[in-house]
């Protein structure tokens, strides 16, 4: 366990890396597809300049060998890997591809909950001294609820969950397959790296948080990359891409894979990507006041990898978009992914499944969650120049966290820290947890494809299961305008709209609403 500045400092620094990455990144986006069409021209000059004689060669057989003759398959065929098992099975899907190694992932995300522990027994963690006695009494108690800080628990363990799943992906396991390698850190963690008894909140937020945050990570460290670079210039990419997903990194010096000069996996190799980075002042309203005078500076960074509108595709986040605010109010006001699972066209429409990850922090709410969505959308033309990009879905939220409206406050007093144990969280918590739905709808107005207006509208209902007795419905609706200046600079204003309504399973059946407006200004640049 850690706390809310390390969560929050985990979270600055993962937007520096993406900010690096997106400057170096989308770069790396056209310098591949450069060099893609350069190795198919190569190849295609190469298969026509085969002299007529190698063509005969080729069709005619070596002096002293009858093609009447039989030749028995049996003794010159390798064995076929698929006859191995999978947990001992080492080998490379591609030149570029790292080793698959399964037993790795294992013990490389057993020694990555090794670290956490001893980073906290440095520390003084009182939950770090752990025996296993603390690992049987977490066996026979089962799954708890547990009461750390709502940062801790949206943001902190979702990174954590990312080190579980990049140590799968960097031995060369899937998507799916380093997704249960998380599922497999994250109860490990719970049941042995704590004394805490197991947090099923935990549990499900490092979980799928993790295989959104890493997957996302995963593929950003493979824009920074450049394997087909030599020299100082490769190693600080290397490096770079390090920082952003250790364990692959790692993996790759201690291979050597960080040295040879091979092509990348084709399936990290985005279809086309780009980046928008946002710096402003914002100003907030509250339920009794409608905009305050002071405003709030922010930077947000939104990062667009492959093309969510269209496509067949069954590669898991071969198209994802990742926004993140710092500031406005707060360390880290925003951050969301959108991770297309499957993407299907039919006609002009397309259908896809995504994987959402979501924090907001404004005047009216504190919400975190983890879902999955069904989204429909398409794009008709309305002119030469102009169309509209229509979408639309809903979706199960699988935990929702939303901070607590309790009908009477109540004060519990806290023990010393000496005495509860440093590390220990006795509450109280104030915030809500439980499973719920989501749903949400987009209007992007585009001139020759770039938006340049944006309506939207989301709102999820959440179920509480555990904390206060209550149901929460929020709903988020806003206007986004973006006009260019020069070249990649632009401008642009939007006003939001924060709603929320809280419905109390007290006998009055009381309901209790809140709600704010916000006001952005910003200068965009854009990086394509």
Same mark, same amino acid.
């Given at each position: 366990m850690y706390s809310v500045s390390e969560a929050n400092g985990r979270g600055w620094m993962l937007l520096?890396?993406?900010?690096?990455?997106?400057?170096?990144?989308?770069?790396?986006?056209?310098?591949?597809?450069?060099?893609?069409?350069?190795?198919?021209?190569?190849?295609?000059?190469?298969?026509?300049?085969?002299?007529?004689?190698?063509?005969?060669?080729?069709?005619?057989?070596?002096?002293?060998?009858?093609?009447d003759d039989e030749v028995t398959v049996e003794e010159t065929q390798e064995p076929n890997p698929q006859d191995t098992p999978w947990w001992v099975t080492e080998d490379r899907a591609c030149d570029g591809c790292p080793w698959r190694r399964p037993g790795h992932a294992l013990v490389q995300t057993t020694f990555v909950n090794v670290i956490y522990g001893v980073a906290n027994l440095i520390r003084g963690q009182d939950t770090a001294k752990v025996t296993p006695v603390t690992w049987w009494a977490n066996l026979k108690h089962g799954w708890v609820w547990d009461l750390d800080d709502f940062a801790v628990n949206q943001i902190g363990h979702p990174y954590q969950g990312n080190n579980y799943f990049t140590s799968g992906r960097g031995n060369g396991l899937n998507f799916w397959e380093s997704g249960a390698v998380t599922a497999f850190g994250s109860a490990t963690w719970e049941w042995f790296g704590e004394t805490n008894k197991a947090s099923l909140n935990d549990f499900i937020n490092t979980t799928l948080g993790g295989i959104a945050l890493g997957e996302v990570l995963h593929r950003v460290a493979w824009l920074v990359r450049d394997t087909q670079a030599t020299?100082?210039?490769?190693?600080?990419?290397?490096?770079?891409?390090?920082?952003?997903?250790?364990?692959?990194?790692?993996?790759r010096f201690l291979s050597g894979d960080a040295k040879r000069q091979t092509g990348k996996p084709p399936d990290l190799v985005p279809s086309g990507g780009g980046a928008l980075l946002s710096a402003g002042v914002l100003w907030q309203g509250t339920d009794t006041r409608a905009i305050e005078s002071t405003g709030k500076p922010f930077f947000d960074i939104d990062l667009f990898y492959g093309d969510l509108e269209t496509g067949r595709s069954r590669t898991p986040y071969d198209a994802f978009y990742l926004g993140m605010r710092v500031g406005g109010g707060n360390a880290i006001s925003r951050a969301s992914i959108r991770g297309?699972?499957?993407?299907?066209?039919?006609? #002009?429409? =397309?259908?896809?499944?995504?994987?959402?990850?979501? %924090? /907001?922090?404004? $005047?009216?709410?504190? !919400?975190?969650?983890?879902?999955?969505?069904?989204?429909?959308?398409?794009?008709?033309?309305?002119?030469?120049?102009?169309?509209?990009?229509?979408?639309?879905?809903g979706g199960l939220t699988a935990l929702a966290g939303i901070d607590?409206?309790?009908?009477?406050?109540?004060?519990?007093?806290?023990?010393?820290?000496?005495? #509860?144990? =440093?590390?220990?969280?006795?509450?109280?918590?104030? %915030? /809500?947890?439980? $499973?719920?739905?989501? !749903?949400?709808?987009?209007?992007?107005?585009?001139?020759?494809?770039?938006?340049?207006?944006?309506?939207?509208?989301?709102?999820?209902?959440?179920?509480?299961?555990?904390?206060?007795?209550?149901?929460?419905f929020l709903q988020r609706m806003g206007v986004d305008l973006r006009l260019p200046i020069r070249g990649s600079l632009g401008i642009g204003v939007a006003g939001e709209y924060f709603h929320r309504q809280t419905f109390f399973k007290d006998p009055d059946d009381t309901i209790r609403t809140l709600s704010a407006p916000q006001v952005r200004v910003f200068l965009t640049w854009r990086l394509s």
């Open positions: 520096v890396t993406l900010v690096v990455a997106a400057l170096i990144g989308v770069e790396g986006v056209s310098a591949q597809e450069e060099h893609d069409k350069a190795v198919q021209a190569d190849e295609g000059s190469e298969s026509q300049a085969v002299p007529e004689e190698a063509e005969q060669a080729a069709a005619d057989p070596p002096a002293g060998i009858d093609v020299g100082s210039g490769r190693l600080w990419r290397e490096i770079g891409a390090t920082a952003i997903d250790p364990l692959t990194g790692l993996n297309r699972l499957v993407g299907r066209p039919l006609g #002009r429409t =397309q259908f896809m499944v995504v994987q959402n990850y979501d %924090y /907001d922090e404004n $005047p009216v709410y504190q !919400f975190g969650a983890q879902s999955f969505e069904l989204k429909v959308g398409v794009e008709p033309q309305l002119s030469k120049h102009l169309s509209v990009w229509l979408d639309g879905g607590s409206q309790p009908l009477v406050e109540v004060e519990i007093p806290l023990l010393p820290e000496e005495k #509860r144990g =440093q590390g220990v969280s006795e509450g109280p918590r104030t %915030y /809500d947890y439980g $499973p719920g739905t989501t !749903f949400s709808g987009t209007a992007a107005f585009r001139y020759d494809g770039r938006t340049f207006a944006m309506l939207y509208y989301q709102a999820n209902h959440m179920y509480v299961v555990d904390g206060v007795r209550a149901n929460h």
